[in-house]
Structures are given as structure tokens and as C-alpha cells.
């Protein structure tokens, strides 16, 4: 694209230098046949009204005057053109009295010269009918091309000058791309830790790879991410299928060792916890996929309501609720995320658990609040990781897939809001605070 924009830009020059010779050109071509015209036409009268005189003045510097008769005789003519020839012999046609032309003597390319010629009929003249010639040398730079060449040969300069200042910049310039283009094919899947050499220049190739960086850190992190969950996952799974199958072949081995309902029981118990593990890791891909149905309007009071008439809590339920509490999401996945929080505090509280809606500073807010042991200050982002292992008070063990937590703050991004752990207000349990936008900040 560079090469073709030097190779018109030089065309348009070019193009320009020429059209503006062309006009230069033609003006005078125009000035001089102005003049010679004159010329011819001051002779005409004067030899219309004065006596038969065989010498002619010049006239404004035009010294190439002839009277020509009908029979091709000069009848008179300006002092250097005495005794010559006559200057042309062309003639107007049909009505018209001039005639413009160029007029050339010698034979030679060296000797040749030619000139500017006009020429006009005059009637009722002292001579009678004639021509009047009047001729002005022609300018030796039309004479020539030299002058069009002269411009070809500039522009095919400009156009080489150009385009070695473009290639050079153009090298300094992307160099630094090469280089960067070297080592991102260096880096593989199984190494993402290597960085770009950002350069000291500060300007766009600089901020480029800065992003550069930026994007393999955020990429790494990916990376790492997943395999951390494709190994913790792998270990989840195979931990219930591990008891499944011990179970299964005792019950083979020694039939009598324990009742079929009991092994059969146990061996449910299993399956419905893998099943929960799998339906979990199904819903966080399609939250990272970012599948999720069409957005509508949500009051939270009514879901928080309807959730907890479904929800089956071995402790007490206390809900606060502020009317007119509207986010914009998806009805499905926030009852979700509402009931991952009530099943997280349900397992972990003493005796209540407590929720609260409200709105504050443009945001919904809902808490819901467990009177348990509560999650240390550091631990409190750790528990959004998936199958996080804290003490035995909160593990997976008590009941958990250990993909409750994450999948309910996928959900809150994913809706454009969050999800952290708090102080709780009473001193003790844990507080987990859910803040999306109301439905009035989409509208505005």
C-alpha cells in the first residue's frame, strides 16, 4: 500500500507539473498570436487609408510584416522583410478573413526557424485585395520537447527520492515489528511467561507492545487457570466415581457383606453428587461461553420471596425486603446465584440465616448473611475460586460441590455487577454481598 501511494502521489505531480506547463504553454501560444494579430490588423487599416508605400513600420515589436497580393506578389513589407518571400501562403476559407498558422524556414533541424503567423484578407486596400502577414518567432522552448522530458525525468527523480525515503522509514519503522513477530512465534502454549522488550521510544510501537504483554499476562493467567481447574475438576470427579466403584465391587466380591438397598443407597448418593459436580461445570462453561437467555426485568424482592419458598433450609429464614428493587438480567441464572447463597449459608450457619434487599446509590443490593463461623479476612477472595478447600467447618465435605460461589459471582459479572465477601454486621458469620445496576441506569 506504501508503494502505490509513493507511485500516485508522484503521478499527481507529475500529472501537475505538466497540466501547469500545459497552461503556461498555451498562454503564450495566445499572448503571441494577440499580438501578431494586432500587428497584421494595424497594417490592414492603414493601408486601407493612406498611399501605396512599399516599406511598413513595425508594429509593437512585430518586424515580420508582408502585403501580399492575389497573384503571390509582396506588394510591401516591413524593413527585415524586404526582398524576402512571401511569409505563407495560407488563406482564410469559406467567410472567414484570418487565418493562424506557424510558418517554418530551412531545411535543416539546425536552420530550420519557425514562426507564429496571422494572417488577414483585406478588401478595398490601396493595393487592392491582399494578405496581410504578420509573424512573430517562435519561443525556442516549443520549438523543443526538452521541456516535457525535462519534466518526466523530475518526476521519475521525485518518484526514486520518494520511494527510497519511504522504503528506509518504512524499515526503521517496522523493524521493531519484525522483531516482535519473532518472538511471538517463539512462544508456545506449554511457555506463555515470556514478555516483549518494550522499547524505550515511547511512541505507538511502544504502546503496542505493551499490549502485547498485557494480553500474554492476561492470557497466561487463562492458561493457568484452566489447567488448575482441569486437574481440581479431574480430582472432584474422580474422588465420588473412586467410592462408587469400591462400593460396587465389594458388593460383587461378598454379596452377603452388606443388604443390596444399602449398597444401592450409597452408591445414589455418589451419582447424585457427581451429577451436581457435572451440572456445575456445565453451567460455568456456558457463563464463559456467555450463553444466557434474553435479558428482562427482575424485581429482586419477588425473587428473593419465590427462592426462599423453594429453597429447603434447616435453619431459620429471615428476609428484609425494599419494594421496587428492578435489575435487568436474566430471571433463570440470578434465582441460581440466589440459591447458591442460601445453600452456602444454610450449610455453614448455627441457627439463621438472614437476607436483605434494598437499593443504594443507583445499585441493588442483596445480602445474605449467616450467623456460622464466618470466612477470614484473607480468605474471603479465595472462596470464589473453584473447589476451594478452607477449614473442615466449610469444605466441600459438608455438602458442596465446591462450584457454588464461583458460578454465583460468574453470574454477577456476567450481569455487570459483583460479588464479594464482607464484614458482617452482627460480628459474626459470614456476609456476602451481591450489587448489580438498577434497571434505571440501562434506560438512561
Known amino acids: 500500500m506504501t508503494l502505490i501511494a509513493i507511485v500516485v502521489f508522484a503521478l499527481a505531480l507529475g500529472t501537475g507539473a505538466f497540466a501547469t506547463w500545459q497552461i503556461a504553454q498555451n498562454r503564450l501560444v495566445a499572448d503571441l498570436v494577440g499580438a501578431t494579430a494586432v500587428a497584421a490588423r494595424k497594417t490592414g487599416l492603414d493601408i486601407q487609408k493612406g498611399r501605396p508605400n512599399p516599406v511598413v513600420p513595425p508594429v509593437n515589436r512585430i518586424d515580420r510584416i508582408q502585403v501580399v497580393a492575389n497573384d503571390g506578389r509582396v506588394v510591401a513589407a516591413s ?85 527510497w525515503g519511504t522504503w528506509h522509514l518504512a524499515g526503521r519503522t517496522l523493524a521493531p515489528v519484525g522483531r516482535i513477530r519473532t518472538e511471538m512465534a517463539e512462544i508456545t502454549a506449554s511457555d506463555l511467561s515470556r514478555r516483549m522488550p518494550v522499547p524505550e521510544s515511547g511512541d505507538e510501537m511502544a504502546h503496542l507492545t505493551e499490549t502485547i504483554n498485557a494480553t500474554l499476562e492476561r492470557l497466561e493467567r487463562a492458561v493457568e487457570n484452566q489447567r488448575r481447574f482441569a486437574s481440581d475438576a479431574s480430582h472432584e470427579l474422580r474422588t465420588p466415581l473412586t467410592g462408587l466403584r469400591t462400593k460396587l465391587e465389594l458388593a460383587i466380591s461378598d454379596p452377603e457383606a452388606e443388604s443390596p438397598l444399602s449398597t444401592m443407597c450409597s452408591a445414589l448418593r455418589d451419582v447424585e453428587r457427581l451429577q451436581a459436580i457435572v451440572e456445575d461445570l456445565l453451567l ?155 434497571l434505571s441506569a440501562f434506560r438512561s
Do not use: W
Not at 518571400?85 to 510558418?103: A, F, K, N
Not at 524556414?105 to 530550420?112: E, F, L, N, Q, T
Not at 450457619?349 to 434487599?357: C, I, N, P, Y
Open 79 to 163: 524593413p527585415a522583410m524586404l526582398g524576402s518571400p512571401p511569409i505563407s501562403r495560407m488563406r482564410p476559407v469559406g467567410g472567414d478573413i484570418r487565418v493562424d498558422g506557424t510558418s517554418c524556414v530551412g531545411s535543416s533541424a539546425v536552420k530550420r526557424e519557425c514562426y507564429i503567423t496571422v494572417g488577414l484578407r483585406m478588401a478595398h486596400t490601396v493595393y487592392g485585395d491582399v494578405m496581410v502577414y504578420a509573424a512573430a518567432p517562435e519561443p525556442p522552448v516549443l520549438r523543443t520537447n526538452s521541456l516535457e522530458v525535462a519534466l518526466a525525468l523530475f518526476s521519475l527523480g521525485l518518484l526514486a527520492l520518494l520511494g
Open 284 to 438: 460455568l462453561a456456558r457463563l464463559n461461553a456467555g450463553v444466557a437467555g434474553p435479558p428482562e426485568p427482575v424485581d429482586l424482592a419477588e425473587l428473593v420471596t419465590y427462592e426462599a419458598k423453594r429453597h429447603s433450609s434447616r435453619h431459620e429464614l429471615l428476609l428484609e425486603r425494599a419494594p421496587g428493587v428492578v435489575v435487568r438480567g436474566s430471571r433463570l441464572q440470578l434465582g441460581r446465584l440466589l440459591t447458591n447463597l442460601l445453600a452456602n449459608a444454610d450449610r455453614h450457619a448455627v441457627s439463621e440465616v438472614r437476607v436483605r434487599v434494598r437499593s443504594e446509590r443507583g445499585e441493588a443490593v442483596l445480602e445474605v448473611t449467616d450467623d456460622g463461623l464466618g470466612i477470614p479476612a484473607e480468605e474471603r477472595e479465595r472462596v470464589f475460586q473453584r473447589f476451594t478447600r478452607l477449614d473442615s467447618a466449610r469444605s466441600r465435605d459438608a455438602g458442596g460441590t465446591g462450584l457454588g460461589l464461583p458460578i454465583a459471582r460468574d453470574i454477577a459479572v456476567a450481569h455487570y455487577g459483583r460479588l464479594y465477601a464482607a464484614d458482617s454486621t452482627t460480628g459474626r458469620g459470614a456476609r456476602l454481598v451481591l450489587r448489580l445496576p438498577l
